[in-house]
DNA sequence: TTGAAAGCGCTAACAA
DNA sequence: TTGTTAGCGCTTTCAA
């Protein structure tokens, strides 16, 4: 690889000068500019980034901490995130925390050491604790951990009473709930959106809600025990798709029909949704959007610092499907 | 942040004891090793890892480039090569290529400049060629570019004979083909292995194989006129799960009854076929193996740079759902 | 308009 | 067993 100093030599200028016309600043001739580019395109020079890195304290990075990339709300939100990433040439770094908050804090310190420049964190164990050493910023989706930390999030709340609502708007009379798990940021406010809404009915009580894991495979399970367990149960408010899903092949497998039976409404509204029979009706997340305004301010946070917090939030949107449908 | 400088002075040592110490390499006294030890924990010392870089001209940062991160067959590889990447102290950095040529090249010498050790690619469109200058080792999924690159891929072409054989030997008599795009690197390995099996057929015609996208919406499009136009199609090998999902969406239009009328097996073994009604035969590809194992190949090429091309084929599942059956 | 030189934080010869 | 020093490749003050 070709340095700085093969190009000055080349060009018959010292290092400084070629380092003026790379990042294009200071004063220099058009005559002496032409050589140097000539040098550079002869000896197909490219400047080390690492070089760079370490004299500015900064390495055009930006980290992506997701519970799994697995779980298909996050590829999308990771899409989004690098696009906007690479637009401003920055590079993109994924790590999947397993909701362990101690890979996060492995991660968050090997990355300070890399100088990364901003963290992007879905994560419900991290506290404003972890990130007071931390001088690079960081936003955090889904959940806001404190006023002092900026974050893009949705009416997590607003959606669970939008969804609830509207299964008792086609007709559901027992309306059951599965939860995510209590470790999860938003689960909290889903259970309170639901309450919201059926708390106060005669027939309520805790047995109507039970807690997942935001899995498929759990879903399908407890789905299939609170199914056979209170057989009047016509609608189920499901704290996200996966599991969502898990309550159709439950249902399916009991013989029970959905949406005749059954009202079935998830949350999030990823693709899966389309692909099951009959289709899921869900509250669905702008995904993409905040996957880009999150890395978005995150750029923004990283090239003014002095900037205050930030935090915005998105709105959800009920789509209906094939898994509720109005009873006569 | 402290430096090896301050931590040197409060130790009352040299630099490059403190860095003995930290590396553990080189003669140290137990004494001063402890004094030295007690002024890092003093001061939280990290040694910053930019600077390591640049001396030691390599990051500890390896890459992957899929095509999207959104296709559900990716995340489980990503999670498979930041999981290796990750226990040997490795970060991850991943690029989605959207199969752009431009882009490929682009993360690549992006990613050179910043000295990341290695590459796992996933492309159709990378070349012998454009990997020519750079030094970093690279190894390959899904396809061989040439003799010369190390790869892990699987056997699709008799994949692709296993599920056309096996929907010849459960009955059915006319097989269709939707085949990837033309421009993804497998795609031609599946429709040969469809072909060798059915390609002397008397029945046999060019108008049973279809080119899809490996897109679950368009599968859905192209499976309806090709259903309709040939209504004696009892079974269809599909050359991956997402567009085989589509099959049986575009079946369930027609109402085409699978697997009664219909058998519909796909490749892959990706969990969405778990969850679509019926759930989908497929032929599964040990995903996440293909991804440690090109991990692990990749770091060791990365050590032993001497090593020469290493070349690992891995073998696929027939796995038995719900979308083909047994005629009686 | 250009160059000399210091320095970002670290490691590794070489010397002592 | 430890320290001195050069240098990884770049940017930026300062002086010319």
Redesign the interface.
């Known amino acids: 690889?070709a340095t700085i100093r093969d190009v000055a030599k080349l060009a018959n200028v010292s290092t400084a000068t070629v380092s003026r016309v790379l990042n294009n600043n200071g004063y220099v001739n058009s005559e002496t500019k032409k050589r140097v580019n000539e040098a550079i395109e002869k000896l197909?020079y490219?400047?080390?980034?690492?070089?760079r890195?370490?004299f500015k304290g900064s390495?055009k990075m930006i980290a992506l901490f997701v519970p799994?990339?697995?779980n298909?709300f996050?590829?999308?939100l990771?899409?989004a995130v690098?696009?906007v990433t690479n637009q401003h040439?920055y590079?993109?770094?994924?790590?999947?925390t397993d909701d362990s908050h101690e890979k996060e804090v492995t991660y968050l310190?090997?990355?300070?050491?890399?100088?990364v420049d901003g963290f992007i964190i879905v994560s419900s164990t991290i506290t404003e604790e972890d990130l007071h050493?931390i001088?690079s910023p960081v936003i955090s989706l889904d959940r806001k951990f404190s006023s002092k930390i900026s974050s893009v999030t949705v009416n997590n709340r607003k959606g669970a009473r939008e969804a609830t609502a509207y299964l008792q708007s086609i007709g559901c009379k027992k309306i059951a709930h599965i939860s995510g798990p209590q470790t999860a940021s938003n689960t909290e406010e889903r259970l309170k959106g639901y309450l919201d809404v059926v708390e106060h009915e005669a027939w309520f009580n805790s047995n109507y809600v039970v807690t997942g894991d935001y899995r498929?495979e759990n879903s399908y399970e407890i789905a299939k025990q609170l199914l056979t367990n209170h057989n009047d149960i016509d609608g189920v408010f499901v704290a996200n798709d996966l599991m969502a899903?898990g309550v159709?092949?439950a249902a399916?497998s009991l013989h029970i029909k959905i949406p005749e039976q059954l009202s079935v409404i998830g949350f999030d509204g990823i693709?899966?949704g389309?692909?099951?029979?009959p289709s899921l009706t869900t509250i669905q997340q702008p995904i993409y959007e905040i996957g880009s305004r999150a890395a978005q301010i995150l750029l923004q946070l990283i090239d003014h610092p002095e900037q205050k917090v930030i935090q915005e939030e998105l709105e959800v949107t009920l789509i209906e499907r094939d898994s509720t449908k109005r009873k006569e």
Chains 1, 2 share one sequence.
């Open positions: 690889m197909q490219r400047p080390n980034d690492v070089a890195s370490l390495s799994d990339i697995k298909p996050f590829p999308e990771a899409r690098e696009d040439n590079t993109f770094i994924l790590c999947n310190n090997a990355l300070t050491q890399k100088s050493h001088t498929f899903v159709l092949k399916e693709t899966i389309l692909t099951t029979t």
